[in-house]
């Protein structure tokens, strides 16, 4: 197996029948080199019908299991180990999820009963380290989204485009909220700190009262600033780059350069944080529109660990990215993706 294992799922959790050893690491977006002991993003070889998704909940449990039983003590390679991983993994991709539902909610759930912690001054704390999950498809429960003209043919016009991330830019917000690795968060009197695994992304987020800055460059992270509304820290994020390089999520939703995203934080139990987020994007959508889901408190052992994208991305290097959404889903001009081709 080689002195490290370099996994062969992707971020989205998938795998592609290539007709190749299991042993053969290829990438999607980012991977190879990384020196985590989560899963790396694997490529986009082949077409959609040569793919296969796992669920988040599936993803989530892979994670686990493989954080528990980390490859960072076996520096040297251990055929046991490699084994493992390769076993979980097999029950991992063998599963489809376009079929299965997203753990993506119209309204926040009731928590869990466990007490909110707080900081000193009795605000709930948002402090910890949270097992972020992958959302492929954020709307799901919404379909179709209220499109305009320009809107739908953005949605319909990925089947034909690669997406962004498979070229290692930065997801962006809001998806960089729904794409897997863990997120820390660091909550201090004015700001709130967010330190993303993934690609190593981070965020400051003043609370003190600050306006957006009157000249900001447009970014793909856009210029954020923050609030409190009791327990719930609200962020407004504006002056965003275009879908060219940054798209909602990985079904291919997508949004313009008028994007506005108005995010809620909120602590709801010990182990459980809510998330949502409100897009509003009079470009592409006739109305705003409002998703979320909860993120649940990771171990206590969980650090985050080095990733690394363009290590060993031998597909961005040699040119064999191909178009299309990361859930497989098609597109046939309507307001609502097809269903990946049936294997």
């Known amino acids: 197996m080689g002195s490290r294992l370099h996994l062969i799922l992707g971020h989205a959790h998938k795998v592609f029948v290539l007709g190749k050893p299991l042993t053969v690491a290829t990438v999607w977006g980012c991977t190879g080199g990384a020196t985590r002991d989560s899963t790396a993003p694997l490529d986009k070889r082949g077409s959609l019908s040569q793919r296969k998704d796992a669920s988040p909940n599936d993803a989530s449990v892979f994670n686990r299991s493989k954080r528990r039983f980390s490859m960072r003590k076996h520096s040297g390679g251990s055929a046991t180990a490699a084994m493992f991983v390769v076993w979980v993994a097999l029950v991992v991709f063998g599963q489809n999820a376009y079929g299965q539902t997203p753990p993506v909610l119209g309204t926040q759930p009731q928590p869990d009963g466990t007490p909110v912690p707080r900081t000193p001054d009795g605000r709930a ?52 909220n729904s794409e897997p690795y863990p997120l820390q968060i660091m909550q201090l009197p004015d ?16 609370t003190d009262g600050r306006g957006h800055r009157k000249d900001w460059e447009v970014s793909l992270l856009g210029d954020s600033i923050g ?21 909602l999520d990985g079904h291919g939703n997508r949004h ?9 934080w909120r602590r709801i139990s010990t182990n459980q944080l809510w998330y949502e987020h409100t897009i509003d994007d009079p470009k592409f959508y006739t109305k705003p529109w409002t998703t979320g889901w909860v993120m649940p408190l990771a171990p206590k052992d969980w650090e985050l660990l080095e990733y690394a994208c363009t290590a060993g991305n031998r597909d961005l290097e040699g040119g064999h990215l191909q178009p299309g959404t990361l859930d497989g889903s098609g597109r046939d001009g309507s307001a609502i993706a097809t269903p990946p081709p049936r294997r």
């Open 125 to 176: 704390d948002l402090s910890g380290v949270w097992n972020k999950r992958l959302v492929t498809n954020t709307p799901a429960a919404l379909e179709p989204l209220p499109f305009t003209p320009e809107g739908l043919k953005a949605f319909n016009d990925v089947v034909h485009l690669i997406d962004p991330m498979g070229l290692c830019i930065f997801p962006g917000i809001p998806r960089l």
């Open 191 to 206: 700001k709130v700190i967010f330190l993303y695994e993934y690609m190593h992304n981070y965020r400051v987020i003043y």
């Open 227 to 247: 609030k409190w509304e009791g327990d719930t820290l609200v962020i407004d994020t504006v002056g965003f780059k275009g879908s060219e390089q940054t798209w």
């Open 256 to 264: 313009s350069d008028a994007l506005h995203v108005t995010e809620r």
